[in-house]
Nanobody, 123 residues
Framework: QVQLVESGGGLVQAGGSLRLSCAASGRTFNLYTMAWFRQAPGKEREFVAAIGRSADNTYYADSVKGRFIISRDNAKDTLYLEMNTLKPDDTAIYFC????????????????WGQGTQVTVSS
C-alpha cells in the first residue's frame, strides 16, 4: 500500500497561484500512476490531472488545461500540482490519488487516496 498526504492548499485571490504537494510513503512511489481530483461543495469528485509513472506523459481536464501543471519527483516520492490563473470555480478540496494502471480519469482506477487539502479562490 501507499499512504498519501496533501499539503499546500489555502486561500488565494482570483488570478493567483498555488502549488499543491502530495507526499507518498509505503510502497515504491514510481510504481504508481498519480492523479489529482477535486470536489467542490455539493458536487461529485472530478478528475483534474494525471501523470504516468516516469512522468513521461500527462493528461488534464479541459477546465484546467493551460493553467495547471502536474509533475512528480520520484526521488522525493512527491507529486505536485502547480495551479495558475486561479478562478473561483477552482474552489474545492483537492485530493491526490495513486493507481496501478495507466493514466485514467475515473475515480475507480485509483485505489489509494489522500485526505485532501482545501483550496479557496476568492473573487
Amino acid at each position: 500500500q501507499v499512504q498519501l498526504v496533501e499539503s499546500g492548499g489555502g486561500l488565494v485571490q482570483a488570478g493567483g497561484s498555488l502549488r499543491l504537494s502530495c507526499a507518498a510513503s509505503g510502497r515504491t512511489f514510481n510504481l504508481y500512476t498519480m492523479a489529482w481530483f477535486r470536489q467542490a461543495p455539493g458536487k461529485e469528485r472530478e478528475f483534474v490531472a494525471a501523470i504516468g509513472r516516469s512522468a513521461d506523459n500527462t493528461y488534464y481536464a479541459d477546465s484546467v488545461k493551460g493553467r495547471f501543471i502536474i509533475s512528480r519527483d520520484n526521488a522525493k516520492d512527491t507529486l505536485y500540482l502547480e495551479m495558475n490563473t486561479l478562478k473561483p470555480d477552482d474552489t474545492a478540496i483537492y485530493f491526490c490519488a495513486a493507481g496501478i494502471f495507466g493514466i485514467a480519469t475515473t475515480r475507480e482506477e485509483y485505489g489509494f487516496w489522500g485526505q485532501g487539502t482545501q483550496v479557496t479562490v476568492s473573487s
